[in-house]
């Protein structure tokens, strides 16, 4: 059995091989297949692609294999859930301000921070900005799997706050079910990086991504902005229009506060707790 830091030392080792143009040229090719099969099973737009392309092309030519394979987690696993649907999940799609298909914003509010860290990590090899990345993939990870299973739960959600029943897809509701495929979606991620940073990455990894999920739905249920839409009577994330065309007004929140800055700011929240986390346990 391996050390944990004979585990960093190996893969620092293979890194340091692969650095240069070659693991750019690698990483771009990675990037446009990863884009280009979701932009073929319909999970990403074409701006949404090339926006992923690029996450890509970063995450793997500029930190390597290991940030390169916890991105493809996240992404391929979060695209297969997308397919589960049920009455539920059509009925809460009026509240989302987007569908399932992801464009460059929401591509980049999951992945630009992973991609930045894992350029980080590449640059120095401080194994810290591998565990900050680990947490903030756990964390949209988490949130994902918590929103696309979330809303097939045969109960109601609760607002996180005040635990008031809500119509399911509402921002900041959350559900046993939801919380539950939140935190196997941390641990997905936590455990696939543990082959490179051992039990306290896997630990410090599902903690941060647990915790971000979790600020997610604070944000969501307290200055995220949600509309409401006067023809259906029902909140929203859609804004200027509803679905039905009619106009929404603000009725919660900051204006400026969408989705995708939400979910930016939850993956921030994951890669600190885990950070943090790191350095306790170390």
């Known amino acids: 059995m391996f050390s944990t830091e004979n585990q960093w030392i190996i893969h ?115 194994e810290i900005w591998f565990v900050g990345l680990a947490g903030a993939l756990a964390a949209v990870t988490a949130d994902t799997w918590a929103t696309e299973l979330g809303v097939l739960a045969s109960g109601r959600p609760r607002l996180i706050t005040t635990g008031e029943s809500v119509e399911a897809g509402t921002s900041g509701g959350i559900t046993l079910t939801g919380t539950v495929a939140a935190a196997a979606g941390a641990s997905l991620i936590a455990l696939a990086g543990s082959g490179l940073g051992g039990q306290r990455l896997a630990i410090s990894a599902a903690i941060g991504g647990l915790s971000g999920a979790l600020f997610d739905s604070l944000l969501g249920a307290t200055i995220q902005a949600s509309y409401h839409c006067p023809a259906c009577d029902r909140q929203t994330e859609r804004h200027p229009l509803h679905g039905c065309g009619t106009e929404t007004f603000l009725v919660r929140g900051w204006p400026w506060l969408e989705n995708d800055a939400v979910n930016f700011m939850a993956s921030v929240a994951g890669a600190l707790i885990a950070m943090g986390g790191w350095r306790l346990l170390g």
Do not use: C
Request: charged share 15%; proline share 3%.
């Open 12 to 126: 620092k080792d293979i890194r340091i091989r692969m650095m240069g143009w070659p693991q750019w040229v690698l990483g771009l090719g990675l990037g446009i297949a990863a884009g280009g099969v979701g932009y073929l099973i319909h999970a990403l737009t074409p701006a949404g692609a090339l926006a992923a392309a690029v996450v890509g092309t970063l995450t793997m030519g500029g930190g390597g294999i290991a940030p390169a394979v916890l991105l493809l987690l996240f992404f391929f696993s979060s695209s297969l859930l997308s397919r589960a649907s049920n009455e539920s999940k059509r009925r809460a799609q009026a509240y989302f301000s987007k569908n399932d298909r992801r464009d460059p914003g929401q591509v980049l509010a999951n992945g630009a921070l992973a991609a930045v860290l894992a350029v980080l990590y590449g640059l120095g090899g401080e």
